[in-house]
């Protein structure tokens, strides 16, 4: 019999879920992990333990599961049989935008969901679904503690010159700044280094999170200095499907001579743009690498150029450099990618260790080379899990009263 923590990630159309059991010596040991996918269309249940067995693959019936509430009705009927014999002690979310307030994680109540719905407007594709999974969650057990965590939060130290555009003031009052995103991933990696690279851990480091969305994120010192994600994520890297940095001008040609409208632009820059776009093969680098097309090629060229431009960029902004660190499904997984930006960016002082990145390992430098590069899974849920085991000890979270205003 062990407590158990249910972590959630709650998206338009789909409801992520890990189960973390929690154990006295070590910590947290991942349970089962799994989504109700298809939501309002054609909702499936997928789940694994996490020795990585397959636990359920099944197809739910589409007039019963159309919303948030019913999917986790529908996972809660099948935890309750899962967890049988453990007992769920708290939920942790993870919610996209913790606006200027959150630096931390925050116990949810009312002032804190009246908080976050001020932001809906901030992150309006992410933010409503987040507070959806929260209320379905608050309506069946209205007892359970729940627990929110921001992908903002980690950046929220920034210095004022990377958390500013130069608009006019009045608008940074209004919200318009630089959040930046993936901070549970980044947070997680910074937890990580004193571990894995402790040499590193108090230095000056450039995280490279490369999945279907990308961002890069210097920290010194363990805190977050500067992100190349923004206002929103779609800032900075090109990403599967969005365009990463682009000319704001671009919206205003659209607009004025090519009759773009918001739902235009959001779907062109959003869905339509990045390695699909520009390549019109595929979001998928796997399938970019494996393509003779020579857009699919521009496509990776483009990829790795605007990696390594951010990192001479990003090593600006925190003087100097001495280690990168590649994470999430790109960043764990394509040697190939890895080496391209790794030689691109020898001038900054990297010698790749080519035998270690081609075999996985977590050290990809030789030991001589002047900035290291390794290799470190990121693991966004288990950061909520801990934070949300931490909350129920009363430790590091604000709740809406507490919040800093910054
Ligand atoms: P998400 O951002 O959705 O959480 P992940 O971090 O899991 O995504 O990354 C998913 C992406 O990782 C896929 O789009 C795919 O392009 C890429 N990927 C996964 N495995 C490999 C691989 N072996 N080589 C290159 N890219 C990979």
Redesign the pocket.
Known sequence: MADAILVLNAGSSSLKFSVFLVDGADGLALDSKGQIEGIGTQPRLIAKAGSGEKLAEDALPADEVAGHAAALSRLGDWLGEQLEGHSLVAVGHRVVHGGVDYGAPAVIDDAVIARLEGLVSLAPLHQPHNLAGIQAVREKLPDLPQVACFDTAFHRGHPEVADRFAIPDALYQEGIRRYGFHGLSYEYIAQQLPEVAPDIAKGRVVIAHL???ASMCAIKDGHSIESTMGFTALDGLPM?TRCGALDPGVLLFLMAEKGYGIKDLERLLYHDCGLKGLSDVS????DL?ASEAPMARLALDYFVHRIARELGALAASIEGLDAVVFT???GE??PE?RERVCRKAAWLGIDLDEAANAAGKTRISKAGSAVSVWVVPTDEEKMIALHTWKALQGETVTGAGQAAAS
């Not at 979001?283 to 796997?286: E, S, Y």
């Open positions: 999945g279907s969305g599967g979001n998928d680098v796997r690498l999430a499904g790109i997984n394509s990618i």
